[in-house]
């Protein structure tokens, strides 16, 4: 039996990504990379299973940032997540795979739902949110990267009340940013650093 359960995710093909621009590290031009994944014929969903020993496609990970009044919203991974490989880590990110709600893949009505969703499945929060998409991440030098590419969706929050709707979800709280780019920049998972790096360079 698959350790998925069947799970469908959201690929692209990574000669799509490689037209656009293969890189290693982060881009701050998402809106071309989403607009070049989401043309028709190219997006389409995988059994995660397959997907997570094919380095030939990239499973897109909605990976959301949360700000109020410059600090950024970090927590640490418990051994209660899924994800074994990023466990006893810290991150930035909400979020995760998208799965089918509906709709076809290419359609950005799908995409953003499958967003709104994952963010929802991990943490609660109040007030208004002014969210912008952000950045493109992606490390090909671990195993976990080499099958993934971020999507950064970055939301700057009118309040600080966030609470966390999973036990994995650990120490959750808003952190100056000057923290996490010093104590706690080594115990990052790669692609919080990335943020952090992003982050203070704008």
């Given at each position: 039996?698959s350790?998925?359960n069947?799970?469908q995710?959201?690929?692209?093909?990574?000669?799509?990504?490689?037209?656009?621009?293969a890189?290693?590290?982060?881009?701050l031009?998402?809106?071309?990379?989403?607009n070049?994944f989401?043309?028709?014929?190219?997006a389409?969903?995988?059994d995660?299973?397959?997907?997570?020993?094919?380095?030939?496609?990239?499973q897109?990970?909605?990976?959301?940032?949360?700000c109020?009044?410059?600090?950024?919203?970090?927590?640490?991974?418990t051994?209660?997540?899924?994800?074994t490989?990023?466990?006893?880590?810290?991150?930035l990110?909400?979020?995760?795979h998208?799965?089918?709600?509906?709709?076809?893949?290419?359609?950005?009505?799908?995409?953003l739902?499958?967003?709104?969703?994952e963010?929802?499945?991990?943490?609660?929060f109040s007030?208004?949110a002014?969210?912008?998409?952000?950045?493109?991440?992606?490390?090909?030098?671990?195993?976990v990267?080499?099958?993934?590419l971020?999507i950064?969706h970055?939301f700057?929050l009118?309040?600080?009340?966030?609470?966390s709707?999973?036990?994995?979800l650990?120490?959750?709280?808003?952190?100056?940013?000057?923290?996490?780019?010093?104590?706690?920049?080594?115990?990052?998972?790669t692609?919080?650093?990335?943020?952090?790096?992003?982050l203070q360079?704008?």
């Amino acid at each position: 039996m698959s350790r998925y359960n069947g799970e469908q995710v959201l690929v692209v093909p990574r000669e799509a990504f490689e037209a656009v621009g293969a890189f290693n590290g982060v881009r701050l031009n998402p809106q071309e990379y989403l607009n070049a994944f989401l043309k028709p014929g190219v997006a389409h969903f995988m059994d995660r299973e397959l997907a997570e020993q094919s380095p030939q496609f990239k499973q897109i990970i909605a990976y959301a940032i949360f700000c109020h009044k410059g600090r950024v919203l970090a927590y640490s991974r418990t051994a209660k997540g899924n994800e074994t490989r990023l466990h006893d880590k810290w991150s930035l990110g909400i979020g995760g795979h998208i799965n089918p709600i509906g709709g076809v893949a290419e359609n950005i009505s799908t995409y953003l739902a499958g967003v709104e969703r994952e963010i929802r499945e991990e943490i609660t929060f109040s007030g208004d949110a002014q969210q912008q998409l952000y950045a493109v991440i992606n490390d090909d030098t671990n195993e976990v990267g080499s099958v993934h590419l971020g999507i950064v969706h970055r939301f700057d929050l009118d309040s600080e009340e966030v609470r966390s709707n999973e036990k994995a979800l650990a120490n959750l709280g808003f952190r100056d940013l000057e923290e996490l780019a010093g104590p706690l920049y080594e115990k990052l998972e790669t692609w919080s650093a990335i943020c952090v790096d992003a982050l203070q360079q704008k």
